[in-house]
């Protein structure tokens, strides 16, 4: 039973996590049609940024956190508006051009800070016990951030006139112009959006797990597993599969350890599309 | 008023002859450089063709690694018994993965391009995983060593120069096949990358040469999985990567995907730069993705198609 | 063999009713045009019958054959053209290639009078050009030529008319005309051009806010006030 709600504990946590990558990345593409292979290397640099900001600027977390979403999300808007821009109509060529920027971040962080693992600490250490339940405090105060920040984009997109907008060319970009959305101005930001949230959730995973050079493309795979099994585009869909993924890893690796985990939840994904492959929540999909 | 069209075109020919000319550097010298160079180049060149098929049809596809990881493993388990024979081990280094392909392309084609993408993405990250836990198939981490030489109407090629002649002739093979698909799909392919709706509408069942491409493209992956292991002489989880897709994919776009020259020229190129860096190879990532960039936005024929457009002009 | 029948079809989007019980056929041979205000759904239902989309309820006959739900390549095999609003051809390939994708792609061979067609509409000097090079005009004219060369027996025109110049119309005129007489295929025509739509089809057919408002001869329909009030603050196409 402990085992179980441990379990439990690191899935929800997992999930906070994965909901902000998932929803940022599943945002580009229902609004620009992009699919973003830098998003993994966007994560990667708000790790990175961070660590600069503490271990070379001095700066305490909490800033350099904001330092690395400010950042991520200010190279998402420039790439974006000098370079995905010209061709966002042309889905192949905008993933293409995402997977150039991804390989020049990749290859920058791996010339300016080395391969190496970076001495890169989470401030807040120790853990919670409840009961037998242990909780490491710094995955706590992650959680807290990430629900924050799920609730803080909810509110964008529901409640405010940018997030109507947004949500409106997602769901039909002919109308939403036609009623005078601006897209030159609407799609630097959806994409700076996804890429702040790739670059907090970097800022703030990576000094609890490790901050290398690869760390992004593992994030890369979840985020499409993710996006896959909720339905590309639909927003709900992403959230609710980024939980399940990260239940579905807490437990694998609980219980089973090695990457049976990874390799159950790849298989089932890929099923999930024989037979739904609109995904959990996603809509029509049929090819042509 | 339409007249057919001739069984191979100029780039086909071009290309077809490039390749056979390589089969004469193993026979002019016997640099170790440049075999390890050449190698190389002739695997990456049958990987890029197998996505550059898919590419004809505005699909791009991160599934080349697992096909090549069917060919690859399947000739080195058949090593463990002895069995080398080049003729046969090509056939199923071929067919396997064309097979595979087969229930795996009906699940995918039928989604949207996008999707396409991902999902390949998503296959080699299960074949990785794959191979890593069946360790007695595969040998998990360790994969499976001491790969025994191919065996050529009883000779078994074990110096390094028999083993480059028959990356040679792999990369020949793959060659003539990818070339004769593409050309006598031309229009059908053209047409789906083009416009796919317009071009069902008309009639074309779209899904199905979708299908041959991806079919095709898979078994040509696994010759390129056959030519890798010969090479190494081992069969490791690690060569068939999902970041190696990256680097086939790189080598189709900058060398050009309007041609099948497109693949073998970004190849070579690319190779050859990659290996300038030497130790540092690892850097020569960031090099494929500024030019992957500058391809996209100001040469989409990338270096070959830049190459036929400044030599039409010249040609006024 | 060839008629088009269409029984209670219904389309939705999400909470969205595009149209709604729509009924009618198309005898072999017939031609009936389509019209309504901007949003009634009229391409919807072209994209539902050809199927390019399947239909959230209802059913197509096609001879007799229900091929409600079948993709738009089996329902373009048996027999069902169609064109599109906007230009639609094969942009970076010349006319010749075009053409020779449409004949290729329908598998019934070149069908009658295909040449003639093309000489009608000045392609036949252009078949090296570039197609999105062409004039406007010459584009549209294309892709209705391209559709004709699948070999039809049932057309489907979505707007053929739209962009073209007052001197071009007659075109349409003509292709329809040929494509009844030559090709023997029937021609159901959506359109905001009036005159056009009164010159040549013996009946049609209102559609507003996705249901069949009135369905006869243009003269009688054209004249009820109920379909002059749905035109209202929808201005004619006035080319």
């Known amino acids: 039973m402990q085992q179980f709600l441990q379990a439990a504990v690191i899935g929800v946590s997992l999930g906070a996590q994965y909901a902000l990558l998932a929803l940022g990345f599943t945002l580009i593409f229902g609004i620009l049609g992009v699919v973003n292979f830098a998003h993994g290397g966007f994560y990667m640099l708000g790790g990175y940024v961070a660590y600069s900001c503490v271990s070379l600027l001095g700066l305490p977390y909490p800033l350099a956190v904001i330092g690395a979403v400010a950042a991520t999300a200010a190279l998402g808007w420039v790439f974006e508006l000098y370079f995905l821009e010209r061709l966002i109509d042309d889905h192949l060529a905008t993933l293409m051009l995402t997977l150039g920027l991804y390989l020049v971040i990749s290859t920058g962080s791996l010339t300016v800070f080395g391969p190496l693992a970076m001495e890169f600490h989470f401030p807040v250490t120790g853990a919670f016990h409840f009961g037998s339940i242990y909780v490491p405090k710094e995955n706590l105060v992650v959680l807290v951030i990430c629900l924050t920040a799920l609730a803080a984009l909810w509110a964008v997109l529901f409640r405010t006139d940018l997030g109507r907008g947004l949500r409106a060319l997602a769901d039909d970009r002919a109308v939403a112009m036609a009623q005078g959305m601006r897209p030159k101005l609407l799609f630097p930001a959806a994409f700076a959006l996804a890429t702040g949230l790739a670059g907090l959730t970097g800022a703030l995973v990576t000094p609890i797990l490790a901050l290398s050079p690869g760390v992004g493309d593992p994030v890369l795979a979840t985020s499409f597993l993710t996006v896959i099994l909720g339905g590309l585009g639909s927003l709900g869909g992403a959230a609710l599969a980024a939980f399940i993924v990260g239940m579905v890893e807490a437990y694998t690796s609980v219980y089973f350890g090695g990457s049976i985990g990874a390799l159950v939840l790849f298989v089932l994904v890929l099923l999930l599309l024989v037979f739904r492959p609109t995904g959990l929540l996603g809509r029509e999909v049929r090819g042509a | ?316 | ?239």
């Open chain 3, 1 to 239: 063999m060839s008629e088009l029948r269409v029984e209670g079809l219904t389309k939705r989007f999400g909470g969205l009713r595009v149209f709604h019980d729509i009924e009618f056929s198309l005898p072999p041979g017939a031609l009936m045009g389509v019209i309504g205000p901007n949003g009634a759904g009229k391409t919807t239902l072209i994209n539902v019958i050809s199927g390019r989309q399947p239909p959230s309820g209802g059913r197509v006959f096609l001879g007799g054959r229900d091929v409600t739900g079948q993709p738009a390549h089996a329902i373009s095999r048996l027999g069902v053209g169609r064109s599109f609003q906007q230009t639609n051809t094969f942009k970076g390939v010349s006319v010749r290639e075009n053409i020779a994708r449409a004949i290729r792609f329908g598998r019934r061979g070149i069908p009658q009078g295909l040449e003639q067609l093309m000489g009608q509409f000045g392609l036949i000097p252009r078949l090296d050009e570039q197609s999105d090079k062409l004039p406007y005009g010459s584009q549209k004219m294309l892709g209705l030529v391209m559709a004709y060369a699948a070999g039809p027996k049932v057309l489907l025109l979505d707007e053929p008319a739209a962009g073209l110049e007052r001197s071009e119309r007659d075109n349409v005129d003509l292709f329809v005309d040929h494509v009844r007489r030559v090709g023997g295929a029937s021609v159901l025509i959506i359109e905001h051009d009036m005159d056009l739509i009164r010159r040549l089809c013996p009946r049609i057919i209102v559609l507003d806010a996705g249901e069949v408002l009135a369905d006869g001869p243009p003269a009688a329909v054209l004249a009820r006030p109920d379909v002059i009030a749905a035109y209202l603050g929808d201005t004619e196409d006035a080319a």
């Open chain 2, 1 to 316: 008023m339409f007249r057919k069209e001739p069984v191979l075109g100029g780039a086909e020919i071009a290309a077809l002859v490039t390749m056979a000319a390589a089969f004469a550097i193993p026979m002019i010298t016997k640099n170790v450089l440049v075999y390890s160079v050449l190698n190389q180049a002739l695997v990456g060149i049958v990987a890029a063709q197998s996505v550059w098929i898919m590419l004809r049809m505005n699909l791009l596809s991160f599934a080349t690694p697992a096909f090549m990881a069917i060919g690859g493993y399947t000739v080195a388990i058949a090593g463990r018994y002895e069995i080398t024979d080049a003729f046969l081990m090509t056939a199923l280094a071929f067919l396997l993965p064309a097979l595979a392909a087969v229930p795996l392309g009906a699940l995918v084609l039928r989604l949207r391009g996008t999707y396409f993408v991902l999902v390949t993405f998503v296959l080699s990250q299960i074949m990785q995983l794959l191979l890593f836990e069946s360790e007695s198939l595969t040998g998990g981490s360790n994969g499976i060593a001491g790969v025994p030489a191919v065996t050529l109407l009883g000779t078994e090629m074990m110096s390094n120069r028999q083993v480059l002649l028959f990356a040679c002739g792999i990369a020949f093979l793959a060659t003539v096949i990818t070339a004769l698909l593409t050309r006598y799909f031309r229009q059908h392919f053209a047409a789906i990358e083009e416009n796919e709706i317009l071009a069902e509408s008309l009639g074309l069942v779209v899904w199905r040469y979708k299908a041959v491409g991806f079919v095709i493209a898979a078994g040509i992956a696994g010759l390129a999985g056959y030519s890798l292991v010969n090479m190494l002489l081992t069969a490791h989880p690690s060569s068939f990567s999902s970041e190696s897709a990256v680097d086939f994919i790189a080598y189709t776009i900058i060398g050009g995907r309007g041609t099948i020259l497109g693949p073998i020229v970004g190849t070579a190129l690319l190779v050859y730069a990659t290996n300038l860096f030497g130790t540092h190879g690892q850097y020569a990532q960031g090099l494929y993705g500024i030019l992957i960039l500058a391809v996209i936005l100001a040469a989409r024929g990338g270096i070959a198609g830049t190459a036929a457009a400044a030599f039409r002009r010249v040609r006024g």
